[in-house]
C-alpha cells in the first residue's frame, strides 16, 4: 500500500487549504483513512480519521474547522482545513488501514508528510 499526500503550504491566519492522500497498492483491507500532524517540537496528534461508511473522529481543536472527506472511487481521502490558525502549523501525515489498527489509532500504512505553515 502506498499513501501520497499533497497539498501543504504556507496560508496566512484565517485562510484555508485543502489536503489530498491517494491511496494505491493493496487497498482492499483499508476502511479507515486520517489525518495526524506533528506540531514542531511536540509529538503526533491525531486530527481527523474517516471511515469507508462515512463515520468521522475529529480532533477538539478542529471541529467545526476542518472537513475530512473520502472519495472512494478515486481512492483518495481529502482534508479541508478552514479557518486556520497559527497553531495548525505542523507535518500533516495521511494513514489508512483496517479499522482495529487506524479508528482513532495511529496505526495502519503512513504517507509522508506534507508541511503545512499558518502564518503573517
Known amino acids: 500500500v502506498q499513501l501520497q499526500a499533497s497539498g501543504g503550504g504556507l496560508v496566512q491566519p484565517g485562510g484555508s487549504l485543502r489536503l489530498s492522500c491517494a491511496a494505491s497498492?493493496?487497498?482492499?483491507?483499508?476502511?479507515?483513512m486520517g489525518w495526524y500532524r506533528q506540531p514542531p517540537g511536540k509529538q503526533r496528534e491525531l486530527v481527523a480519521d474517516?471511515?469507508?461508511?462515512?463515520?468521522?473522529i475529529y480532533a477538539d481543536s478542529v471541529k467545526g474547522r476542518f472537513t475530512v472527506s473520502w472519495d472512494g472511487a478515486k481512492n483518495t481521502v481529502y482534508l479541508q482545513m478552514n479557518s486556520l490558525k497559527p497553531e495548525d502549523t505542523g507535518v500533516y501525515y495521511c494513514?489508512?488501514?483496517?479499522?482495529?489498527?487506524?479508528?482513532?489509532?495511529?496505526?495502519?500504512?503512513w504517507g509522508q508528510g506534507t508541511q503545512v505553515t499558518v502564518s503573517s
Open positions: 474517516i471511515s469507508n461508511g462515512g463515520s468521522t
Open positions: 494513514h489508512g488501514g483496517p479499522a482495529y489498527m487506524a479508528w482513532g489509532k495511529p496505526g495502519g500504512y
Open positions: 497498492g493493496s487497498i482492499l483491507s483499508i476502511n479507515i
